[in-house]
């Protein structure tokens, strides 16, 4: 019986991370299409040529957003969590991507044109939360250093949720497309800052359920 408990709680732990990889699917692919795109010489055209115009913050985001999202995930996984070698290696990966990509999200926000579909309250949105994630991420290394794991994982938490914020605004999408239609620049804004507040939300649960 104790062999059969030791053989399932291996696979017990997957579930989450499983899960977080799923979410991070449609962001990941979105992104893929998108560097298919510019490597492949697709036509300009009004949706994307400010791509064009400045590659390298949208290829820095894509690239840093896929790792940020899919090695993060593994992360919540508590034996490989366990394994300090492990954590520190995958962190000091995680920490420069994560801080890339909400930095490389923020500067596109600032300086790429805003698309005709997008409105002040998505800019709002984007700037308010890619901040947010800056801050998570430092104060989260700030803690490491002082060595409060604590702080330090719940930082990180936080950070990671806001990160994958894309993936949950196409769950925040779908039924809305489904129901109603295209969401017009007011309703857009609300499911993009809808996704990112679940994924807080869920964040904290996870945090205040922990410890």
Same mark, same amino acid.
């Given at each position: 019986?104790?062999?059969?408990?030791? %053989?399932? @709680?291996?696979? !017990?732990?997957?579930?989450?991370? =499983? *899960? /977080?990889?799923? $979410?991070?699917?449609?962001?990941?692919? &979105?992104?893929?299409?998108?560097?298919?795109?510019?490597?492949?010489?697709?036509?300009?055209?009004?949706?994307?040529?400010?791509?064009?115009?400045?590659?390298?913050?949208?290829?820095?985001?894509?690239?840093?957003?896929?790792?940020?999202?899919?090695?993060?995930?593994?992360?919540?996984?508590?034996?490989?969590?366990?394994?300090?070698?492990?954590?520190?290696? %995958?962190? @000091?990966?995680? !920490?420069?991507?994560?801080?890339? =990509? *909400? /930095?490389?999200? $923020?500067?596109?926000?600032?300086?790429? &044109?805003?698309?005709?579909?997008?409105?002040?309250?998505?800019?709002?949105?984007?700037?308010?939360?890619?901040?947010?994630?800056?801050?998570?991420?430092?104060?989260?290394?700030?803690?490491?250093?002082?060595?409060?794991?604590?702080?330090?994982?719940?930082?990180?938490?936080?950070?990671?949720?806001?990160?994958?914020?894309?993936?949950?605004?196409?769950?925040?999408?779908?039924?809305?497309? !489904?129901?109603?239609?295209?969401?017009?620049?007011?309703?857009?804004?609300?499911?993009?800052?809808?996704?990112?507040?679940?994924?807080?939300?869920?964040?904290?649960?996870?945090?205040?359920?922990?410890?």
């Amino acid at each position: 019986m104790t062999d059969k408990i030791a %053989a399932a @709680r291996p696979r !017990a732990q997957w579930p989450v991370p =499983a *899960a /977080l990889i799923a $979410l991070s699917l449609v962001p990941v692919l &979105a992104g893929g299409i998108r560097m298919a795109e510019l490597t492949g010489g697709a036509e300009i055209t009004p949706d994307n040529a400010r791509f064009f115009a400045s590659p390298v913050p949208v290829v820095l985001h894509i690239i840093t957003v896929t790792l940020y999202s899919v090695l993060g995930a593994f992360q919540f996984v508590p034996r490989l969590r366990r394994r300090r070698s492990w954590h520190r290696v %995958a962190g @000091r990966v995680l !920490a420069p991507c994560g801080l890339v =990509a *909400a /930095l490389s999200g $923020l500067w596109m926000s600032f300086f790429y &044109a805003l698309p005709e579909s997008d409105g002040a309250l998505v800019a709002a949105f984007r700037l308010v939360f890619g901040t947010a994630m800056v801050v998570a991420i430092v104060l989260g290394l700030a803690a490491i250093r002082r060595r409060d794991f604590a702080r330090h994982r719940a930082w990180m938490i936080r950070g990671y949720a806001i990160g994958l914020g894309a993936g949950t605004q196409a769950l925040t999408h779908a039924p809305y497309f !489904a129901l109603v239609g295209t969401p017009d620049e007011f309703a857009k804004g609300l499911l993009m800052g809808a996704g990112w507040v679940i994924n807080v939300v869920v964040a904290e649960w996870i945090i205040r359920r922990s410890s």
